[in-house]
């Protein structure tokens, strides 16, 4: 489970492909719910890419 403000590492991305390999962080409070389709929230990634949702097994804590 991720907190807001985690840094993750994307490893895959259905919302947006140009995301993998890039860190980013997670924007969420709480879980995601259906809404997002399950999927969390994560901004900062780069200048060119806005936020994107990724699944749990899409992502990876950096540990920072």
Excluded at 2 to 28: H, K, M, Q, W, Y
Aim: hydrophobic share 35%; glycine share 12%; proline share 9%.
């Amino acid at each position: 489970m991720f907190t807001a403000n985690t840094e993750v590492l994307i490893t895959s991305c259905e919302d947006d492909p140009r995301a993998v390999g890039r860190t980013g962080r997670i924007v969420d409070e709480v879980p995601p719910g259906p809404l997002t389709g399950g999927r969390w929230t994560v901004d900062r990634i780069g200048w060119l890419i806005g936020p994107v949702l990724c699944h749990t097994h899409e992502l990876t804590p950096t540990g920072h």
